[in-house]
């Protein structure tokens, strides 16, 4: 069965530090993609990066960066240099052969001035 | 190009009465999914629908039901409502089927239902 864990319920960091976002995903397919998402108090998601199983290399795009280890079943989030804008919940997402999304259920992230 | 906006925004029913939410998805865009999210199940799958077909659907009662129309929008209803079906609603629209993770899904805003 698919599942998503996102072990960090709730983050805080002084603006400036570095921060990483964990995701642990689980599944038998071997063709499957996953998905961050951040989602800022006026309620909608942000999409912010697609990943599928075969494309191993790391992204970076501007302050943030992913990591995808196939080997850990990992994909985790780390944004340099946070800001207060940055402060939302981000939400880590799979979906393989079973056609649905499913979502971990969030981490809620502080970033303090 | 515009984004997926939702309506209404807000809602307060009581239980028992019956709503209907309403999706208009990113021009082009010809899949609509809706989620359920709520603090203790977090982000649920209620359903996808494609060219006016529902092409999957997660595990929620009968009372949740929706529809696409032929220029995409979407709407999705439920019946007899409880209290537990207080939630945030989300829409998300892609242009082709977004099950298997083949497209990108956009998100609306979202409709916050309130079940008294």
Redesign the interface.
């Known amino acids: 069965a698919q599942k998503v864990t996102q072990a960090q319920t709730e983050i805080s960091v002084v603006e400036k530090e570095d921060v990483t976002l964990d995701c642990v995903y689980e599944t038998r397919d071997t063709t499957y993609y996953l998905f961050w998402y951040k989602q800022p108090p006026s309620g909608e998601l942000v999409f912010l990066i697609r990943r599928n199983s075969f494309d191993e290399q790391n992204e970076i795009s501007g302050r943030y960066s992913w990591n995808f280890q196939k080997s850990t079943s990992s994909f985790n989030f780390t944004i340099t240099a946070s800001q207060v804008v940055d402060s939302a919940v981000y939400f880590c997402a799979l979906s393989d052969r079973d056609d649905k999304i499913i979502f971990g259920k969030g981490t809620r992230l502080h970033i303090l001035p | 190009k515009a984004g997926v906006t939702q309506t209404p925004r807000y809602l307060i029913k009581t239980r028992g009465q019956q709503v209907t939410l309403s999706c208009s998805p990113i021009s082009g865009h010809r899949s609509v999914?809706w989620y359920q999210q709520t603090p203790g199940q977090?982000?649920?799958?209620l359903f996808e629908y494609f060219s006016e077909t529902q092409?999957?659907k997660?595990n929620f009662p009968g009372r949740f039901s929706g529809r696409q129309f032929s220029n995409s929008r979407s709407e999705m209803n439920v019946s007899t409502l409880e209290l537990g079906d207080s939630a945030?609603y989300?829409c998300?629209s892609s242009p082709g089927l977004?099950?298997?993770?083949a497209d990108?899904?956009?998100?609306?805003?979202?409709t916050?239902l309130t079940v008294l």
């Open positions: 999914s977090g982000l649920q799958f092409r999957n997660g945030l989300l998300a977004a099950g298997y993770g990108t899904q956009y998100f609306g805003p979202g916050r």
